[in-house]
């Protein structure tokens, strides 16, 4: 096994070509948190992604702007959205193939695909570049059969969370190389202290999700529950989170807003931190979206990847409740399964029965009570992340780090 300085690797981190990375969404948060994550381990970090970040990088990563995003390339080049997304798509592996071909043939490579957009350069770059795709979208027949070729190019996939890698071994085939599950960056809640729940005082629940048509974010869902809650004891509801669209927002919170709900904007960095510990409980209770009570059917299939919410709120002190869509592998992991509310309640026994459950497991998160050093014990931290993903990366280019 050789042994090699890691600042003598560079790893590229290929941002998702939908937008900039920032500090909101899943896959474009994920992408600054190992970005920093893998710098603070030691590796030179290049990130490709549209013009305009907004994410904290810290030293040691480099933002590489690959294109505008699609829609100032809608504006000045006049092209309809489908040819501007293309285009975006496009920008960053050509961007990443041109820096790889002019450095030395001896630099060692490793690229970290968040998205599939350098799905193209996996046969080229076998061989040259170690090559790792992060599964954060859906799996669906196409991408499995693109990811396989992927594999037999000598790439490698990273499942993020173990539901995730068993359902796509269940449904499709085996295909994940391993498992890493995410982390946060829990720099600015350990500014806060959290505002634990008193017995007899009003429960403040609160919402952090992304505002969508089909509220695959299950906000509305939050707001009944709320509702069935203040039949038995005081409560209030906060929703928080940036909006899709304007339709998004007076078709989802706009019905919800009165005495007893309020929406508190976007939050981000330290202002999210003291927002969520502030709460007493958090309301996570994802669907698959738009549940049609006529049909009694949802109308998608969204299942959470991970969730890296669920992980602020334990981390803030803050106890959720999740539905069992995907996400809730984090409450799993953290001992809270008892605070998870199950789908399969909404669709076997109706909306009434699901409510009153996860108004129940709101007030049992109210009063649970725990020591916050043991509920930060239990969550997954940036700092894991980077140290999972550095000794695959090591383990890969079967190289030793040298100490220095």
């Known amino acids: 096994m050789a042994r090699i300085d890691r600042s003598e690797i560079n790893v590229a981190v290929v941002a998702p070509s939908t937008c900039p990375v920032n500090e909101t969404g899943g896959a474009e948060v994920f992408t600054g948190t190992l970005a920093n994550a893998l710098a603070e381990q030691g590796f030179s970090v290049r990130v490709y992604g549209q013009e305009g970040p907004s994410f904290g990088f810290v030293d040691g990563v480099t933002y590489v702007p690959t294109s505008p995003t699609a829609n100032k390339i809608m504006d000045t080049d006049g092209i309809g959205l489908r040819k501007a ?72 996939i990273v499942a993020i969370a173990d539901h995730q890698r068993e359902h796509v071994a269940a449904n499709f085939g085996d295909l994940h190389d391993i498992t890493i599950k995410n982390g946060i960056n829990t720099r600015d ?78 939050k981000n960095g330290e202002e999210k931190a003291a927002y969520l510990a502030d709460m007493h409980v958090g309301a996570a209770l994802s669907n698959p979206g738009g549940w049609d009570e ?17 992980l602020e709120m334990i981390y803030s002190g803050t106890i959720p409740v999740s539905s069992d869509s995907g996400g809730a592998e984090a409450m799993m992991d953290a001992g809270l399964g008892d605070f998870i509310v199950p789908l399969d309640i909404l669709q076997k026994e109706g909306m009434d029965a699901f409510t009153d459950c996860a108004a129940r497991k709101m007030l049992e998160a109210a009063r649970f009570s725990a020591e916050l050093s043991d509920l930060r014990k239990r969550v997954r931290t940036i700092d894991d992340l980077g140290y999972d993903y550095a000794g695959y990366i090591m383990d890969i280019l079967n190289v030793e780090c040298v100490v220095t």
């Open 85 to 156: 997304v293309n285009d975006t798509g496009m920008a960053a592996p050509l961007k990443l193939a041109m820096d790889i071909a002019q450095v030395p043939d001896n630099t060692r490579w490793v690229v970290i695909d968040n998205d599939t957009a350098s799905l193209p350069l996996a046969p080229f770059l076998k061989g040259v570049a170690e090559h790792i795709f992060v599964q954060h979208s859906p799996m669906t027949p196409h991408r499995y059969g693109m990811y396989q070729q992927v594999k037999q190019s000598g790439g490698r």
């Open 189 to 266: 809640f350990d500014k806060f202290t959290p505002k634990f729940h008193n017995r007899g005082e009003p429960v403040r629940v609160g919402t952090l999700s992304r505002i969508a048509s089909l509220d695959i974010k299950g906000v509305q869902f939050a707001a009944r529950a709320v509702e069935k809650l203040l039949k038995e004891h005081d409560a209030s509801l906060t929703i928080a989170g940036p909006v899709a669209d304007q339709a998004a927002f007076e078709s989802v919170v706009v019905p919800l807003l009165g005495d007893h709900a309020r929406y508190m904007g976007a």
């Open 294 to 310: 006529r049909t009694q059917r949802f109308m998608s299939c969204f299942k959470e990847g991970s969730s890296l919410v669920l």
